[in-house]
């Protein structure tokens, strides 16, 4: 597994509302990092979640939330990454 922020490896952990990176401390329980995460979609997301989250980077108590596995070390650390993945997301 690896930290959807810093793209550190942490291993295999069972990610609950209140589970950090080991590394750089960060929420893991977060849209950001979860596999339906997909912005450009009705709140983000590719599940029916009927509240949206404000804070995509901060732990939240969704129940739809899946650790995305394909999360790489080589992932969008900069603005335009993440403006071109959302390109992708609604056009893709």
Known sequence: MICWKCKNEIGELSVTRNTECPSCKADLHVCKACKFYSPGSHYDCHESVEDPVSDKERS??????????????????????????????LFG
Request: aromatic share 16%; glycine share 6%; net charge negative.
């Open 60 to 89: 939240n108590f969704c129940d739809w939330f899946k650790y995305n596995d394909s999360i790489s070390g080589t992932g969008n650390s900069d603005k335009a990454s993440a403006a071109k993945d959302a390109f992708n997301a």
